[in-house]
């Protein structure tokens, strides 16, 4: 099976794309705490968590922190340490995605 | 310098790298968008010639069975032993009661665990389990060895109040395990006519899902009312008392979860449904044509019905006692769920059956699942436990047939306690946050949520 590399830009993923699971357990166990709701791996759900970068996750999870209005992502955001957030931000950024052809 | 920008410049100074936020940062509503086809791959670990046994195909036993193949690779063979062929879907099976949803629809199957993940199913149950021996024997009288043995077995409901499992199964249903007894009682309420009477009632804590049977109350309430039932009645008997530090008054302080969302279900949205807390001494008394009719006797007072539904109080299933010391439920270390029992190194409980500080219900079980499944890879690749486990309970309550509430908190492990405790903002706190509102929005972002945590517990 022929894969080619993928550069989704928008939070869903391309149909029949292969989602990996990198053998790392820094931020892994931390980063599953999002599948209920952004399915298997950050792959969909709410929306995906896949093709970004660590800091471009953390910026996003830190800014979650701020919302005003009590929001189920806000609170979630408020229930880790910062560090937390960058390591499970360091796992979902090291998940692979390529598209099946 | 707006607060992103500022933000930015902060990762920068953080990070040392430069960096782009994602596209979808910008958006503060959520979407639901699903790609189609997504496929995982297993980890490439180097973890040869493991087994792992999982009792139990519910929501811990399918989401360990699958993580542990997803993270641990193809080396970590998994049987999942489940005596039946398919998942009833207990979250979302209140609408059932209500007419808003089938049973069928909260059917799931074990093809794609086989088929994507390379899971064994063995459709039987277990009999016994010898630890010395690491062995299984199952209905069928075969065996099963193992390396590690996972325990996600789910409640066993109490004979009580008078009436037994033989009544439960007839036309006194609990209906606290979905399946047929689901459709037994919606098919009773349906049957209700004008001035009848529903009275349930509600166990002690610790029970399966805290916010559950009051939305079962609403439920019922908002059916009857949405079907022209006149002068129909939902009477609730709540065992639980007061919760220190509420700001609600007696009975409504007794709420066991969603306190505000529930008091305000019960006094403003739903008048039809009487709610008593503290109830003791309840006793039931059948009908003399066993049809789901009777009467009701407590503390609260004398209430005949004509449909009761009892939910019984709930224990770990009897093929666990060697692993509950003489209680209800399974001591673990919440590290890796493993049993603290003497002489049960290497026998994991996840999910109801277990004796943690956190809530037993579907979604936290799934991330039980996940802590264990962690942990057992983390053994094999001969590495610690995370020593800092982090679980999430969230959940969507519907209120109406068109309107919701939710519920959710993050739990930290507390090394002083060695317990999982509730945190927020820097410190350990007592309480899950609730919705601001009742709405529909929520209503229609449960749906998002049920079927992206059904996916991940099962897809």
Redesign the interface.
């Known amino acids: 099976m022929a894969t080619t590399p993928c550069f989704a830009?928008?939070?869903?993923?391309?149909?029949?794309?292969?989602?990996?699971?990198?053998?790392i357990?820094k931020g892994?166990?931390?980063a599953?705490?999002c599948?209920?709701?952004?399915?298997?791996?950050g792959?969909?759900?709410?929306?995906?968590l896949l093709?970004?970068?660590?800091?471009?996750?953390?910026?996003?999870l830190?800014?979650q922190r701020?919302k005003i209005?009590?929001k189920?992502?806000a609170?979630?955001a408020?229930?880790?340490?910062k560090e937390?957030l960058w390591d499970l931000s360091g796992y979902l950024a090291s998940i692979n995605v390529t598209v099946?052809r | 310098m707006n607060r992103r920008t500022f933000l930015q410049a902060l990762m920068l100074t953080a990070t040392g790298g430069l960096t782009s936020l994602p596209a979808w940062a910008d958006d503060d509503e959520d979407d639901n968008k699903t790609s189609t086809n997504v496929r995982f791959s297993l980890a490439n670990t180097g973890i040869t010639n493991k087994h792992v046994v999982i009792v139990g195909g519910g929501m811990a036993g399918a989401t360990a069975a699958k993580y542990l193949r997803l993270w641990g690779g193809a080396g970590v063979s998994v049987t999942l032993v489940e005596p039946n062929p398919i998942y009833v879907s207990n979250i979302m099976s209140g609408l059932v009661l209500a007419a808003s949803r089938t049973l069928s629809s909260l059917n799931y199957s074990y093809t794609n665990l086989i088929n994507n993940y390379g899971i064994s199913l063995k459709q039987a149950s277990v009999v016994s389990f010898d630890n010395t021996r690491k062995i299984v024997t199952l209905s069928d009288n075969s065996s099963l060895s193992y390396d590690r043995l996972i325990f996600a077995t789910g409640i066993q409901l109490d004979d009580a109040y008078g009436l037994t499992a033989t009544d439960y199964a007839g036309n006194y249903p609990h209906a606290w395990q979905s399946g047929p007894q689901t459709s037994k009682l919606a098919s009773l309420i349906a049957n209700m006519g004008n001035n009848d009477t529903f009275v349930m009632t509600i166990p002690a804590k610790p029970y399966r899902c805290p916010p559950g049977p009051y939305e079962r109350a609403c439920l019922v309430a908002d059916y009857l009312k949405r079907t022209g039932k006149t002068g129909t009645k939902v009477i609730v008997l709540d065992e639980n008392t007061a919760i220190a530090g509420s700001d609600l008054s007696a009975p409504y302080n007794a709420i066991q979860a969603e306190p505000h969302s529930f008091h305000q279900a019960f006094t403003q949205i739903h008048t039809n449904i009487t709610y008593h807390s503290g109830v003791t001494g309840i006793s039931v008394t059948k009908s003399s044509a066993n049809d789901g009719s009777g009467s009701i006797s407590c503390s609260a007072g004398n209430f005949s019905a004509k449909v009761i539904n009892i939910i019984p109080p709930h224990r770990a299933p009897s093929v666990m006692t060697n692993l509950c010391n003489g209680g209800r439920w399974a001591p673990v270390n919440v590290l890796n769920y493993e049993s603290t029992v003497a002489n049960m190194t290497g026998i994991h409980v996840i999910g109801d059956a277990s004796q943690t500080t956190q809530p037993k219900a579907g979604h936290i079980a799934n991330q039980e699942a996940k802590v264990c499944a962690d942990a057992i890879i983390r053994a094999f690749q001969n590495q610690g436990v995370d020593p800092a486990p982090v679980t999430n309970s969230a959940c969507y309550s519907p209120i109406t047939n068109t309107t919701a509430s939710w519920l959710t908190g993050v739990y930290q492990y507390d090394a002083t306690s060695k317990t999982m405790r509730l945190w927020a903002n820097g410190a350990f706190t007592d309480k899950a946050i609730e919705s601001a509102d009742i709405s529909s929005k929520n209503f229609s972002k449960m749906s998002t949520w049920f079927n992206t945590l059904m996916g991940d517990s099962f897809s």
Do not use: W
Request: hydrophobic share 30%; with cysteine.
């Open positions: 830009d928008h939070h869903e993923l391309p149909n029949n794309a292969l989602v990996d699971s990198p053998n357990s892994r166990l931390l599953s705490n599948f209920q709701c952004h399915a298997t791996q792959s969909g759900g709410f929306e995906a093709n970004t970068s660590q800091t471009g996750m953390f910026a996003e830190m800014e701020f209005k009590r189920i992502m609170i979630h408020q229930g880790y340490t937390q099946q």
